[in-house]
């Protein structure tokens, strides 16, 4: 069973390939920093599963005060399971493990933005009890 904690720096580059299958190739050349500045953060935690020691799962929290309303909320930003470990529980234990953080810092709610074309991933929210959300809006500062 794979043993669900905290990333360290040292999971850097296995983290970096999960992201490559995630969809996003080019991180290798930042991850390192990357992954040392969410680390080093009070309001984000990186989750890994560890499997044979190896990294196979990673899910990133971010946590989120709202001005509104009293609790605050947790925003899981990316969440990848290595493909030949699907199906074994292991995204449900990252994901419940998160929700036990969220909990413990008094949050009212967990998000996640899933594109329409995850088919699979979307299926494994509904699983774990996520509702979809009227809108999401996205307004890109990329520099040209």
């Known amino acids: 069973m794979a043993e669900i904690r905290d990333a360290r ?9 999960l992201l490559s299958s995630l969809g996003y190739p080019e991180t ?3 991850i ?5 500045h969410l ?11 560890v499997e044979h020691s190896t990294v196979v799962g990673v ?5 989120i005060p709202q001005l509104g309303l009293a609790g605050d909320f947790c925003r899981i930003s990316y969440f990848c399971v290595d493909e030949a ?3 074994e529980g292991i995204g449900a234990r990252l994901e419940a493990r998160a929700t036990e953080l ?21 299926r494994f929210y509904g699983r774990q009890g996520y509702a979809e959300s009227p809108q999401y809006l ?6 040209e």
């Open 138 to 143: 996205i307004k890109s500062l990329a520099v």
């Open 28 to 30: 290798q050349p930042f």
């Open 39 to 49: 680390l080093s953060l009070p309001d984000e935690r990186v989750l890994v599963a």
């Open 102 to 122: 969220a909990r413990a810092r008094r949050c009212d709610r967990i998000e996640v933005h899933c594109h329409a074309s995850r088919l699979q991933a979307l």
């Open 32 to 36: 390192h920093a990357r992954l040392a």
């Open 59 to 63: 899910l990133s929290l971010h946590f």
């Open 9 to 17: 720096e040292s999971d850097a580059e296995a983290v970096g390939t």
């Open 85 to 87: 470990a699907r199906g």
